[in-house]
T-cell receptor, first 111, second 116 residues
Framework: TQLLEQSPQFLSIQEGENLTVYCNSS?????LQWYRQEPGEGPVLLVT???GGEVKKLKRLTFQFGDARKDSSLHITAAQPGDTGLYLC???????????WGAGTKLIIKP | EAQVTQNPRYLITVTGKKLTVTCSQN?????MSWYRQDPGLGLRQIYY???????DKGDVPEGYKVSRKEKRNFPLILESPSPNQTSLYFC???????????????FGEGSRLTVL
């Protein structure tokens, strides 16, 4: 059972377009992390959101944590080929502080 | 350079032949973890360790063993590998995982294991 549903699973768009990736759960998380993984490498942390309703920006990437701390979104403005990769969300369980991972969104930005 | 190092990066083996994937971190991190990554399933935690001599099962521990005798090393042992353990394995470490102060996970480059 996937406790953290990530959508879409795959997205291929043209350079310059905007996109949003969603991470949803029925569980409450104490915080949520977003990672990006490139082929042949391990995931690398992009951001951690902690407070319900929190919005964080990282250049063209905007991350939001839902008010109820059950969901999160990643919005990319004017996507670039360098944004290509696998985007993973991970929620921190309140009970034992372990991470629950979404299945990932494979993003391809075509020049 | 701060890093998590896994070996081997690639391995093809046969059913039943014991193998060990080593993991070492040079950041003095307390927390270490092993994951497997399979298409469509994301990262699934196998075992984790909050500190030396403290290990706990993750979500998919069957068929795996770990030990944490030293802070920097966290080897993953497959006593009798089976084809369903064919996967991409990642070791990760963090300063700590504790509630709101969840630390950044640093990952190794991965070990691709094929069991025939």
């Amino acid at each position: 059972t996937q406790l953290l549903e990530q959508s879409p699973q795959f997205l291929s768009i043209q350079e310059g377009e905007n996109l949003t990736v969603y991470c949803n759960s029925s569980s409450v998380f104490s915080s949520l992390q977003w990672y990006r993984q490139e082929p042949g490498e391990g995931p690398v942390l992009l951001v951690t959101v902690v407070t319900g309703g929190e919005v964080k920006k990282l250049k063209r990437l905007t991350f939001q944590f839902g008010d109820a701390r059950k969901d999160s979104s990643l919005h990319i403005t004017a996507a670039q080929p360098g944004d290509t990769g696998l985007y993973l969300c991970a929620g921190v369980r309140d009970s034992n502080y372990q991470l629950i991972w979404g299945a990932g969104t494979k993003l391809i930005i075509k020049p | 350079e701060a890093q998590v190092t896994q070996n081997p990066r690639y391995l093809i083996t046969v059913t039943g032949k014991k193998l060990t994937v080593t993991c070492s971190q040079n950041m003095n991190h307390e927390y270490m973890s092993w994951y497997r990554q399979d298409p469509g399933l994301g990262l699934r935690q196998i075992y984790y360790s909050m500190n030396v001599e403290v290990t706990d099962k993750g979500d998919v521990p069957e068929g795996y063993k770990v030990s944490r005798k030293e802070k920097r090393n966290f080897p993953l042992i497959l006593e009798s590998p089976s084809p369903n353990q064919t996967s991409l394995y990642f070791c990760a470490s963090s300063f700590r995982l504790a509630g709101w102060d969840t630390g950044e996970l640093f990952f190794g480059e991965g070990s691709r294991l094929t069991v025939l």
